[in-house]
Structures are given as C-alpha cells and as structure tokens.
C-alpha cells in the first residue's frame, strides 16, 4: 500500500536525520557559528603550502568553510603573530607552527585551551596541556645520494657518520645559525648518552662539514649531487625521491625530532571556525592526507609513504629558551668555527 | 598617544613672526617643501621610530621595557664586529666597483657607439634585477661549485683538468657574483646620465683632435661622476647589506660578513631580537648618511656637471668602424654573464623534475609540470595581478615622489633640504625584516584600515625604495642647467608649469631609469613583503619564498622565467615611452 509506505519512508528518514543530527550536532551547530562569523578560518604556519593546499580543500569541502594561509618559517611566524597580539589586533585564529615558539607564545597568553573532540584519538602522552595534541613530527636523519654512494659505502649509524673517510662528504645546516639544528645537536645526549653526545659533536666539527643556512638546503645539495651526504629532515627523501631524485636516507632506529601542534588564539577574530578547523585537522581524514603527502603524524597505523617510516621511533628534542639557545650558540662557535 | 604624533616646530608668539611665517608660506615652492617634506617625513620616521626606539630598551615592541645601552654595547664592543665590518667593506667595495666597471663599459657601448644589437644590449642589462638576487646566487653555484658545478665540469672534461679551475666558495666569487648581480642598477644610473648629455664637450675635444678613446676617458667618463658615484655608492650599500648572496656563497666557504653575524646575533636568534638587528641598522644608517654626505660635497659643484643645456642637441654617436664588432662582443660576453647564463640555468631548474648535472638521458625526463602549476593555480595568478599593480602604481608614486625630492635637493636653496634627503635614507639602512616589523607595528592599528590589505605593501615600497629613485634622478637632475627653468619663469610659467613641461622631459632618462629599477624591485621583492601581506594581497615575492622554502625550486625556476618575461615587455614598454625626440 503505496500511502503506508510513503509515511514509513518519512518517518525512518526524520529518524535518521535525527541521530544524524544527534552525531554531528556539536559539528553543525559550530559551522553554524562560524558560518554566522564570515565563513572562514585564518592560519598562520610553517606547514609546507601544497599540504595546507590539500587540506584546505578537503575541510571547505566537508564543512563548507574557507581556510586562509599565511605560509612562512616558524621563527617568522612566531614575529608576526607576537607583533599582531602585542599591537592588540591579532588577525589570526590557528597557529601551526612547532614546539619551541609555540611555548615562548603560550607564556604571553596568546592561546586558548581548546579540547577538541578530535583530540580523544591521540596518545595521552603526546598532548599538551595548553596546545592540545602533537598532530605531527618533523623528524632529522641522515640523507644521502644513492648515486654518489656506493651501498657498501654507505653510513650505517650516527656513530659511522664522523668516520674520517666520509671527511668533506658532509654537508649540515649551520648550528650556530639555524635553531632546529642546535636543539638538534644540544640534544644528542638523548640518543647516545652526555659523554658519548660530547664527544661526538667534536667529532663532527672535526670532519668541517659543509655549512648552510637551514635543512633545506642541505637536502638540495644531497639532491643535485654537490654534496653525497647530508643532515635533514627525512621527508626529503620522499619529497624529493618522487620527484626522481635518487635519495635515500639512514636507518637509524632512534631519530630527534621536534612535534607540531595547531593552537587556539585568545583573541581569535573567528574563533567557531578557527575550532572547527582544529577538529577537522586532527580528525583521520586530515591525518590520512598529511601522511600520503609524506607527513610523520602522530596516529597509530598511519605512515607516509616511505620504506620503513613505520620503523622510526621518534625522539623529542630537547627545549631551549633564550638563554639556552644563546648559550649553545656560543658554545657552538668555539667547536665549529674555530 | 603620545609617540605617534610629530611636534613640527616651534609656536611662535609674536606678531613680527607670524608675517615671517605668512610670506614663507605665501610662496609656492616653499609650500611644496613642506608638503613632500611631510609626507616624506611620515613615511620614513613613523616606522623608523619604533626601531630607533626598539634599539634602547630591552624589550620587543609593545612590550613595556626598560631604557638601556646594552644593545649597543654588545653590538660594538665586540671586536669580532669590526673585524666583519672590514670584511664586508672589502666585499662592498669590490662588489660596487666591479658593478660600475661593467655599467660603464656596458652603457658606453649601447649608448654612445653604432655598436650592432645595442638596443637588444639595453633592454636585456636590465633582466638580472627582475630575478631575486637569491636565484642569481643559487645559479651561479650550480655553474661554479668545485665539486660538480656546471662550467667546471664542462671545462675538465674540455681541457683534461684534474681539478674543478673555478671555485665560486671565496671571496672573489662572492665579490664576482654580488657585482653581477648589482651591475643592472649601476647600468641604468650611468645609461640615463649617459642619454642626458650634451656632446658639445665632446665635439670640441675631438675637433682638437683627441681620439674616442681620449675622449672617452677624458671627457665623458669625468662628466659622469655624479652618476658613476650615484651607482657606486648605492651599491656599496646594497652590497654590505645584502644577505642572500652571502647566506649562499659565504657560509659554506666559512666567511664570515657583517650581515652574516647580524643574522647570528639578531636576527636568527631565538626568539629574534629585533633590538639588536635595530641596532646594527643604526650603524649601517650612519655608514650610509657618510655616503650620502659624501656624494653631495662630490657633486656640490653642481654647474660643472651641467650638460644639458638649452641648445638642442643629439647624443653624440661615436662611428667605431670595424671596432664595432669588437665593442658588441664585449658587450655579448658581459651580458652572457650577467643575463644568459643565469637564465639558462633557471630554465633548465623550471623543466627538470629536480635539478642534476644534465646528461645525455636528461633530455627524456624534461617536464612541463612546472609550468603547467603555473597556468592552472589560481593563487599565482592573483599573485601576478597583485605585483603588478604594486609595480606599476607604486614605481610610479615613487617616482613622483622622488622627482620632486629630488628637485628640491638639487635646485632650491631652502634650509633643511640636505637633512631631506637624509630622511629618505633612514628607513632604508635598516635591515629588510627588522624594517617590516616597524612597519606591521607601525601600521596594525593605523585609524584607516590599511594593514593586511594591498596599500600597506605599497607603503612599505615606497619607503623602503625611495633612495633608489632619487639617485636615479639626482644625476640627471644635475645635468639641467638652470637656464632653462629661468627661461621658463621669465616667459611667466608658475611652478608646475615649469616642472610638468620643462624639467620632466628632460629628467625624462632618470624618471625612466628610476621606474624600472624601481618597477623590478617591487615585482619580486619579499623581505619587506612578507611580514604585511595577508592570503588576499599576496605578491609573487612571497610566493616565490615560500615555494623556494618548501623546496619547489622547479616551481620557483618556472616562476622566475615567466616573470623575466613579462618584465621585459613592461620594460620595453617603458623605454618607448621614454624615447628621445630626434630634433
């Protein structure tokens, strides 16, 4: 009987619509919200533009919102979003940048504690209590040219990398002048101990590797051959081994690294859609992107697509403040300059 | 609040005064001192006065901090400072005179011979300022580096060496590519002035009987020592200051320069003290106002440079016989150095997947993709669009601005003309993001809504840049003789009328050589950039940084030849309108 049907269809589909609701509800009514405060959501960050790219368009496309990106690199992030907070006028409202300056930040009050549901999904180790989860990990190896390198020649540890054979092979960002590096260096206490860790990092100044201005550059020249071998981050390997360059990196077991979160501001001037960005970046379906795009996220299962990403285990690096920094600075000068 | 007014002057109370005051403003030229000299004053003292300010606390802007000369014990007590200041002053100094060797040899050929392609030689000297200077870097390590540098590798396998002949990690390769990358701007300083001459002095030497080559090193090149000092003091400058070249080539070669250790102390610290990087600018603005200084007692002088006269005349053109061909071959060989070679390897980095030494398969793995990102990315059009406009509209404010400045300086007697000039120099000594950052502090919360919005990058521009513009037109300026605008008053012209018909077309070559300096800085720049662009407003600039930074230098490579290209139209374009008149 057609009618009696007609009734049962409605009736099921209000049903359904109505645990739906019930699911997303907290979800809706904030894009509601955000919706009302101009539909979009302004980030700031050093997370690579073709994966802020791609996450862009999958959130607009679930919620309907607009993500703004201000692309630059973490100490120039930091500048600006302190400079804006400072002036009383932040135009931000997520900041995606990692550890060191996001805790400089928090100590002037520039975020909020948000707890997104997303959040459940993470390891209760890996959140903070004031920026909510590591979402990702940037993580420093040794990179080198497969081409260049014969495999039985290759370094086969941390500990091989100082060999006097490889002298002149090296090529590292500058510890005294990029801070990813000196946290690096001022951290390898972690892998091998404070004696060993000390006496290493002479070891290393001995070899005069190659200094440059930041870890990209250092993969570069891995890439275009100048230099064989090269401290960097691992996910130049991918990056630039899909490109066809003929990379390949260490595996090393236990490598330094540093965590990236995504933070709230406390005066954010769309703050619903600066929250459903945050729900939507930690959620699986970001993550998935993240990895396939050769990102190390912080989700059990979930790896980029390099061989035996799964068999990394990251260790965090070491915080320095001002005066560490400018301590090791220093230190640094006398070892590798001079 | 109390820091962002500007107290001009005293009130006076008496009568007597206020006549004085009524007949100074009563004339029109005076008038417009005080407007340009405001406006000016605005633009390089309002954000310049938070960095002044930055560097005697010891807090960052908007925090409350406490006065202090700390920053300026540790930036000059050290003696390592002096020790890279001297290093840097070798570097500047090598840099600008190998830039103006080359201009001069360069404009004298295009401008002043029957030399074959010269006209192709003057639009293409000007292509390595349309490529931020840190590709012109990255492109000369991939020609030169020992270990697998382009020109190296070919000339082994050429000549049979065991070792790479060139090493581009040493000072002299720091100085070689700095002075190429620094020869466009002296090439159009010293081309304009070069344009703007009359050649009754020449004439006359050689009717008593000199050769071309006396009359050129006894006339012509002393009668451009305005614009040779313009230039060479410019880039001197620009050299010291300058931080990618040496970032690139410095660094890995363990030298050490000025700016380097800024960057260490400063402004790559954790977190950036931006105090510190204000207070070595303090010490490159007064290195700078030396210059200035300097430049102006040179040229104090001003009739004796005067060239332009009110008798008509035609740039005299030197006949070279068959030394013509010699002439375009120099010519050839410098622009391969300065232009082809450069360009040549950022196209070969725009169609490779990723950049290696090529060989013979290199050819199968070439690519389009690159290009393809270009075409089909909505962001880099609006990006194109967006420098655009700030390169048009914003060479040409600054160059009305600077024409009048720079007539002010030159030709007028008015007190406090010198300290104008001075004015326009100070935001310029300070370095590119510590002068951002005054700026975003400056502008955040500006009454009328110009942060984050298009006009704030403008004003940063226009700030930063003006220096350029003047020097540009200074030296061509000085060349006018004042006949002419007495002339121009006697038959009853006012001000204006003189200025708009009079000295505009004849500053014609300076006003032009200005824009395109100026033009091609703003189409690409990104220090300043970066720091007051929002995701609408965003120039290429910052598009090409943050791509270089993600380590898409196939992207950059591609981006870097289209804008050449486009470039070189708008110039070309340009150097139409600013054609001389034959008779």
């Given at each position: 009987?057609?009618?009696?049907?007609k009734?049962l269809?409605?009736?099921?589909?209000t049903?359904?619509?109505?645990?739906?609701?019930?699911?997303?509800?907290?979800?809706?009514?904030?894009?509601?919200?955000?919706?009302?405060e101009?539909?979009?959501?302004?980030?700031?960050?050093?997370?690579?533009?073709?994966?802020a790219?791609?996450?862009?368009?999958?959130?607009?496309k679930?919620?309907?919102?607009?993500?703004?990106?201000?692309?630059a690199?973490?100490?120039?992030?930091m500048?600006r979003?302190?400079?804006?907070?400072?002036?009383g006028?932040?135009?931000?409202?997520?900041?995606?940048?990692?550890?060191?300056p996001?805790?400089?930040m928090?100590?002037?009050?520039?975020f909020?504690?948000?707890?997104?549901?997303?959040?459940?999904?993470?390891p209760k180790?890996?959140?903070?209590?004031?920026?909510?989860?590591?979402y990702r990990?940037?993580?420093v190896?040794?990179?080198?040219?497969k081409?260049?390198?014969?495999?039985a020649?290759?370094?086969k540890?941390?500990?091989?990398?100082?060999?006097?054979?490889y002298k002149?092979?090296?090529?590292?960002?500058?510890?005294?002048?990029?801070t990813?590096t000196?946290?690096?260096?001022?951290?390898?206490?972690?892998?091998m101990?404070?004696?060993?860790a000390d006496?290493y990092?002479?070891?290393?100044?001995?070899?005069?590797?190659?200094l440059v201005?930041?870890?990209l550059?250092?993969a570069?020249?891995?890439t275009?051959?100048?230099?064989?071998i090269?401290?960097?981050?691992v996910?130049y390997?991918?990056?630039?081994?899909?490109?066809?360059?003929?990379?390949?990196?260490?595996?090393?077991?236990?490598m330094?690294?540093d965590?990236?979160?995504a933070p709230?501001?406390?005066?954010?001037?769309?703050?619903n859609a600066?929250?459903a960005?945050v729900?939507y970046?930690?959620?699986?379906?970001?993550?998935?992107?993240?990895?396939k795009?050769?990102?190390f996220?912080?989700?059990k299962?979930v790896?980029?697509?390099?061989p035996?990403?799964?068999?990394?285990?990251?260790v965090?690096m070491e915080?320095l403040?001002?005066?560490g920094?400018a301590?090791?600075?220093?230190?640094?000068?006398?070892?590798?300059?001079? | 609040?109390?820091?962002r007014?500007l107290a001009?002057?005293?009130?006076?109370?008496?009568?007597a005064?206020l006549?004085?005051?009524?007949?100074f403003?009563s004339?029109?030229?005076n008038?417009i001192?005080?407007?340009?000299?405001?406006?000016i004053?605005?633009?390089?003292?309002?954000p310049?006065?938070?960095?002044?300010?930055?560097?005697?606390?010891?807090?960052?802007?908007?925090?409350p901090?406490?006065?202090?000369?700390?920053?300026?014990v540790?930036?000059?007590?050290?003696?390592?400072?002096?020790?890279?200041?001297?290093?840097?002053?070798?570097?500047?100094?090598?840099?600008?005179g190998?830039?103006?060797v080359?201009a001069?040899?360069?404009?004298?050929i295009?401008i002043r011979?029957n030399a074959?392609f010269r006209?192709?030689?003057?639009?293409?000297?000007?292509i390595p300022?349309?490529?931020?200077p840190?590709?012109?870097?990255?492109?000369?390590?991939?020609l030169?580096?020992?270990s697998?540098g382009?020109?190296?590798v070919?000339l082994m396998?050429?000549?049979g060496?065991?070792?790479?002949p060139?090493n581009?990690?040493?000072?002299p390769g720091?100085i070689?590519?700095?002075g190429l990358?620094?020869?466009?701007?002296?090439f159009?300083i010293?081309?304009?002035?070069?344009?703007?001459m009359?050649?009754?002095?020449e004439?006359?030497?050689k009717?008593?009987?000199?050769?071309?080559?006396?009359?050129?090193?006894?006339?012509?090149?002393p009668?451009?020592?305005p614009?040779i000092?313009?230039?060479?003091t410019l880039?001197?400058?620009?050299?010291?200051e300058?931080f990618d070249?040496?970032?690139?080539?410095?660094?890995p070669?363990r030298?050490?320069?000025?700016?380097t250790?800024?960057?260490?102390?400063?402004l790559g610290?954790?977190?950036t003290n931006h105090?510190?990087?204000a207070?070595?600018?303090?010490?490159?603005?007064?290195?700078?106002l030396?210059?200035?200084?300097?430049?102006?007692?040179?040229t104090?002088?001003?009739?004796?440079?005067s060239?332009v006269t009110?008798?008509?005349?035609?740039?005299?053109?030197i006949?070279?016989g068959k030394w013509r061909?010699?002439?375009?071959s120099v010519?050839?060989?410098?622009?391969?150095?300065?232009?082809?070679?450069p360009?040549?390897?950022?196209l070969?980095v725009s169609?490779?997947?990723?950049?290696?030494?090529p060989?013979?398969?290199?050819?199968?793995n070439?690519t389009?993709?690159?290009?393809r990102y270009?075409?089909?990315?909505?962001?880099?059009?609006?990006?194109f669009?967006?420098?655009?406009?700030l390169a048009?509209?914003g060479?040409?404010i600054?160059m009305?601005?600077a024409?009048?400045?720079?007539y002010?300086?030159?030709?007028t007697k008015?007190?406090g003309?010198?300290?104008?000039?001075?004015?326009v120099?100070?935001?310029?000594?300070?370095?590119?993001?510590?002068?951002?950052?005054?700026?975003?502090w400056?502008?955040?919360?500006f009454?009328?809504?110009i942060?984050?919005t298009?006009?704030?990058?403008?004003?940063?521009?226009?700030?930063r840049?003006l220096?350029?513009?003047?020097?540009?037109?200074?030296s061509?300026?000085?060349?006018?003789h004042?006949?002419?605008?007495?002339a121009?008053?006697a038959c009853g012209?006012?001000f204006?009328?003189?200025?708009r018909?009079?000295?505009?077309?004849?500053m014609r070559?300076?006003i032009?050589?200005?824009w395109?300096?100026?033009?091609t800085?703003?189409?690409r720049?990104?220090?300043?950039?970066?720091?007051?662009?929002?995701?609408?407003s965003?120039p290429?600039?910052?598009?090409?940084y943050?791509?270089?930074?993600?380590g898409?230098?196939?992207r950059?490579?591609a981006?870097g030849v289209?804008?050449s290209?486009?470039?070189?139209?708008?110039i070309?374009?340009?150097?139409?309108?600013?054609?001389?008149e034959?008779k």
């Open positions: 009987m057609p009618r009696n049907f009734i269809f409605v009736f099921l589909a049903l359904g619509l109505f645990y739906a609701e019930l699911a997303l509800g907290q979800d809706t009514k904030l894009i509601e919200a955000a919706k009302k101009g539909g979009k959501v302004v980030a700031y960050g050093s997370l690579e533009s073709d994966t790219d791609a996450i862009s368009k999958a959130f607009q679930k919620t309907g919102l607009e993500m703004e990106y201000w692309r690199s973490a100490t120039k992030v500048d979003a302190l400079s804006e907070y400072r002036a006028k932040p135009f931000f409202d997520v900041i995606l940048i990692n550890d060191n996001l805790q400089i928090q100590k002037e009050g520039l909020a504690k948000y707890d997104s549901p997303s959040a459940k999904q993470f180790d890996a959140i903070d209590p004031n920026l909510g989860p590591r990990n940037v993580i190896g040794i990179v080198y040219n081409n260049m390198i014969k495999p020649d290759v370094p540890s941390l500990e091989d990398v100082v060999n006097p054979k002149g092979k090296l090529v590292m960002p500058d510890p005294t002048q990029h990813t000196t946290q690096w260096v001022a951290s390898l206490f972690k892998l101990g404070k004696e060993k006496k990092i002479r070891d290393l100044a001995a070899m005069k590797p190659i201005e930041s870890l550059p250092a570069e020249r891995v275009t051959g100048e230099t064989p090269a401290i960097t981050y996910k390997a991918y990056i630039f081994g899909q490109k066809g360059a003929p990379l390949d990196y260490v595996r090393l077991g236990k330094l690294g965590g990236h979160y709230l501001s406390s005066k954010a001037p769309h703050p600066g929250k960005f729900d970046l930690l959620g699986e379906e970001s993550m998935k992107i993240m990895a795009m050769g990102e996220v912080n989700r299962g790896h980029p697509p390099l035996d990403a799964d068999k990394i285990q990251f965090e915080d403040d001002a005066k920094y301590e090791k600075k220093k230190e640094y000068t006398k070892i590798f300059l001079q | 609040m109390n820091h007014t001009i002057g005293r009130v006076p109370p008496a009568a005064t006549t004085r005051v009524a007949s403003f004339q029109p030229m008038l001192f005080m407007g340009v000299a405001g406006v004053a605005f633009l390089a003292l309002y310049s006065f938070f960095l002044l300010y930055g560097s005697f606390t010891d807090a960052p802007l908007g925090v901090g406490h006065f202090t000369l700390h920053n300026y540790q930036a000059y007590s050290d003696p390592e400072a002096y020790r890279l200041i001297l290093t840097s002053f070798i570097f500047g100094i090598g840099a600008s190998l830039s103006v080359l001069l040899t360069l404009a004298w295009t011979t074959p006209r192709l030689f003057e639009l293409t000297a000007i300022n349309i490529m931020p840190l590709l012109i870097s990255i492109s000369w390590v991939l030169l580096n020992p697998n382009l020109i190296n070919t396998r050429l000549l060496l065991a070792k790479a060139f581009i990690y040493s000072v720091l070689f590519v700095e990358i620094l020869t466009p701007l002296a159009l010293i081309a304009a002035a070069m344009k703007g009359d050649p009754a002095l004439e006359s030497a009717t008593l009987g000199s050769n071309e080559f006396g009359v050129a090193t006894r006339i012509t090149f009668l451009m020592r614009a000092l313009a230039a060479g880039n001197f400058v620009r050299a010291v300058s070249t040496p970032a690139i080539i410095a660094l070669a030298i050490e320069v000025f700016t250790k800024i960057w260490r102390e400063a610290s954790f977190p105090n510190l990087a207070t070595y600018g303090v010490g490159i603005l007064a290195i700078a030396i210059f200035v200084y300097l430049y102006r007692r040179f104090s002088q001003v009739e004796s440079f060239t009110g008798k008509a005349f035609r740039p005299h053109q006949e070279l061909y010699l002439a375009s010519a050839f060989v410098l622009l391969i150095l300065m232009v082809v070679l360009f040549l390897v950022l070969l169609l490779m997947p990723y950049y290696h030494v060989t013979w398969e290199t050819w199968h070439l389009l993709s690159n290009y270009i075409l089909d990315t909505s962001r880099v059009h609006k990006a669009g967006n420098s655009l406009f048009i509209v060479a040409s600054c009305f601005l024409a009048l400045t720079s002010i300086t030159v030709r008015i007190a003309r010198g300290l104008l000039e001075g004015l120099f100070i935001p310029w000594a300070f370095p590119g993001t510590a002068l951002a950052l005054g700026l975003l400056a502008y955040v919360d009454p009328i809504p942060y984050a298009i006009w704030i990058i403008m004003i940063a521009y226009v700030t840049f220096p350029y513009g003047l020097r540009a037109v200074s061509t300026i000085i060349q006018i004042k006949e002419l605008e007495e121009s008053t012209a006012g204006f009328a003189t200025f018909r009079i000295l505009i077309p004849l070559p300076g032009m050589a200005g395109i300096i100026l033009a800085i703003y189409i720049e990104f220090s300043a950039s970066i720091f007051l662009y929002s995701p609408g965003e290429l600039g910052p598009l090409l943050f791509l270089y930074l993600d898409m230098r196939g950059v490579g981006l289209v804008i290209i486009i470039c070189v139209i708008l070309a374009f340009a150097q139409r309108l600013s054609r001389w034959a």
